[in-house]
């Protein structure tokens, strides 16, 4: 059901990003407007964006096997580094054309006004895709559609700076309709470095944030048969945990209660930490 849900999400968005990519593309030629066609190009790179996800989620969807024994999970995180890339792609070019629209203003044409009212419309589409992703996101712990949520809140911001520019453009004030490209540009740039980042950490086996390692430490002290922690390796296998740790225990204990130990340790860990995938335990005579 939650695999269902996240690829419903995915081809709803789809086909939401396809439609307004075609509209604003399409008027904004006709229109005459830089801001409105570049933000049909932004609406282009998300239906790449939408694609991409699919193949990640998908992937990642595939049960453990013999060349994958942890599972196919890092496949959604290449998804989300691919979507950095097209976003950091997509903003240089926009940033690209506005800048040079502008240095080329003389002569340029007065958007037509019914632009202003395609801009004003396109807000609602992408208002719903952001609240949808974010919902459905966190619900089912998806790291895509949640990356995915903050470029649809992103472009909701970018359209409505477009409308604002043609708004401003049908007063003679064309420049502005080039400054809200540029910003669309740049606000996509941000979003670019940001998602890069953590693509990087996921697929890196980066080690979570400190409350987390506090909180697994804290269990496994708390059994009284522990007498150290030796060791103590965390590290995320995208949103989830894996643990490896050596703890201590009485050498005079036999193999069958010094294995005893570690399984109650191993228990107790993957049971109170909701995060924790797997946590591997090692035992050491003291």
């Known amino acids: ?3 269902k849900l996240i690829i ?11 439609a307004l990519a ?4 399409i008027f904004g030629l006709l229109g005459q407007t830089q801001a409105l066609f570049s933000d049909g190009l932004n609406a282009l790179s998300d239906v790449f964006i939408s694609v991409t996800m699919l193949f990640g989620v998908k992937m990642s969807l595939k049960e453990p096997d013999q060349d994958h024994p942890y599972g196919h ?5 290449i998804a989300y580094f691919v979507l950095a890339i097209v976003f950091l792609l997509t903003a240089g070019y926009i940033i690209y054309n506005g800048v040079s629209s502008i240095i080329n203003l003389n002569g340029s044409a007065e958007p037509e006004a019914y632009t202003v009212l395609v801009a004003l419309f396109s807000i609602f589409p992408k208002l ?8 459905i996101g966190k619900k089912h712990d998806s ?5 995915d949520a903050k470029n649809h809140l992103l472009d909701v911001f970018s359209t409505l700076f477009v409308f604002i520019g043609l708004f401003l453009s049908q007063f003679g004030l064309v420049i502005f309709d080039y400054i809200a490209a540029i910003l669309i540009g740049l606000l996509m740039l941000k979003l670019a470095f940001t998602t890069v980042k953590e693509a990087i950490s996921f697929l890196v086996d980066q080690a979570p944030d400190d409350e987390t390692i506090k909180t697994i430490k804290t269990i496994i002290e708390g059994n009284k048969k522990v007498k150290s922690i030796d060791d103590l390796k965390v590290r995320m296998h995208m949103t989830r945990v894996y643990v490896d740790v050596e703890i201590g225990v009485d050498k ?13 340790v191993h228990l107790a860990v993957e049971r109170e930490v909701a995060d924790v995938i797997h ?3 090692h035992v050491n005579p003291k």
């Open 143 to 147: 790291l895509v559609l949640a990356a």
């Open 8 to 18: 419903k999400a995915i081809y709803i968005g789809l086909f939401i990003n396809l």
């Open 73 to 77: 999970e890092k496949f959604e995180g």
């Open 1 to 3: 059901m939650k695999n």
């Open 252 to 264: 005079t204990l036999s193999l069958e209660e010094a294995h005893k130990i570690a399984e109650t």
């Open 128 to 135: 719903f895709l952001a609240i949808y992703y974010v919902k």
């Open 22 to 25: 075609l509209i604003k593309i």
């Open 279 to 281: 946590c591997m335990v």
